[in-house]
Structures are given as structure tokens and as C-alpha cells.
């Protein structure tokens, strides 16, 4: 895994996002604010969308970078990526011991296929490469999960509380990483037990991850007076600019979910088999 990551370490981050978390980390170390306000780079992007007092997502992505800013350390920077991916790895890896046959204190061959697929995972691969928070996202989901189903399976708090930080970590890279809540809760609501020790279980995922994600929804509404930045939708100069943008905007509704059923046609029959164990 790591040796397919190095030959991307001496890559030249000048993608725009990438220069766009580098300046707000940049930017931090000056003035200690979370803006593009006084960057260079704001000259090149919509100020409809970013010339705004508060970045729209969440720090976490920039704080992981200011050490590598303070030292003028670009190239170096892209191991905050790198954690992302690593973490899917651990992620997946927690989730394969939960579901491990009853006694076993190993993994069988099976179990393991899913873990070095995750290593050498092409989307992760790729999105590793680039000082983005994608891979953040998806790596602390995978170890919110991984966390959750260690503690069904062996009935512990503790795991459901790492769950629900690693869930806050998630959103605290960018906000859609929240959406490994409902999985979370999903996931509770189907294991066994009666209804009592299944709200406990809930609450000790969630209540780690409200915790957490309370200072930046405070931080957000206390500067705009709403939670969400309901202003990210571009323009149709931004949209006649980038071809992409245009048409993932143009996506229906559902989208993504329907084509995950036709990608990855297991994921629906994993689900409808859950349901029925669950007495749905």
C-alpha cells in the first residue's frame, strides 16, 4: 500500500481545492482566522461562495495541515491524505473482526479479501494523492463503523463511543461525513436486544459525535444564523466553467443511491437480508 503511495510524494499540489485548503491553512498561521479573506488565491473563485468571513466546511482537513504550512512542507502534507486512507484500511479491518466466525481469534482468507481490497482501493489511491478531505472522510467513517460493529458484537460502550468520535471526525472533515450516522444507527436499530438496550446503544454512538460537532454548527449559526451553507451552489458562469460540476448538479435526486445498487448489486441484497434477520 505504501509503496504505490510513494511515487505521488513529490507531486505538485496546484489543483484549486487542494490550493484552497493550503491557503486557509496558510492563512491561519497568520491571523488566526478560518477564511479566504486576505489569501491570494480568492481572486480566482466565485466570491459568492467564498469570500466569506467563515470557511463553509469544517477545519479539521486545515488543522492537520498548519504544522505541514508552518514549515513550508507542501509536498510533506500529502500524509495528512494518507491518514485517510490508512484508516479506511483499519476501518474495514475492525469490521471484518466484529463479523469473524464465533471462537475464532483469527481471520479467515475471506475476511481478508475485503481489507487488502480496501489497501489497494483506486478511488482511495487517487483521491490519496491530492490534499483533499476525501479521504479523511472516508477512512473515519470506515473506523466509525468498524467501531460501531465491534461494540454490537461484543456489547461494549466503549466501542460505540470511539464510533460516534470517529463519526464527529468524519463530519468535522466535511459535513457530508455525517451521513455515517443513520448507517450507525441502522446498524443498532438491527442487532439484537430489546428496545432499552438498543436506545442505549444508540445514544452512545451519537453522543460522542454531538459533542464533537457542537462547537462548529455553534461556531457556523452564530456567524450566519443558519447551520448549513445553503449559499454552495454555483453559478451558471461557475457551471459554464466546469463541465463536471454541471452535471453532477444535474443529477436527480436518488442518484447515487440507485447506481450503487447497479454498481454493487450485493449492497442491496446485504440490506433486504438484514431487514428480514431483523424481522423487518
Known sequence: MLALKLPGYHAQHIETDERIYWSLAENWIESRTYTLRGTEILDLLPPSMYDKPLFHHPPMLTFLLIPFASMEASQAAIAVSWIGHFAAVIGIALIAWAWRPAGRRSLDFLLWLPVLAMAVDPVFSFAGRKIWPDTLVGGFGAVAIGACALGIRSDRGGWLLAGGAFA?????????????????????????GNARHRAA????????????MAPWFWMFF???????????????????????????????????????????????????????????
Request: hydrophobic share 55%.
Open 222 to 280: 452564530r456567524e450566519y444564523g443558519q447551520c448549513l451553507p445553503a449559499w454552495i451552489q454555483p453559478d451558471a458562469e461557475v457551471l459554464a466553467a466546469n463541465p463536471h460540476l454541471a452535471r453532477a448538479f444535474g443529477r436527480p435526486f436518488g442518484f447515487y443511491a440507485y447506481e450503487l445498487l447497479m454498481a454493487s448489486p450485493v449492497a442491496g441484497v446485504c440490506l433486504a437480508a438484514a431487514c428480514i434477520g431483523a424481522g423487518f
Open 201 to 212: 446503544r444508540c445514544l452512545a454512538f451519537v453522543a460522542p459525535c454531538a459533542v464533537l
Open 168 to 192: 464527529a471526525f468524519a463530519g468535522l472533515s466535511k459535513l457530508t461525513g455525517l451521513l455515517i450516522v443513520p448507517i450507525g444507527i441502522i446498524a443498532i436499530l438491527l442487532s439484537p
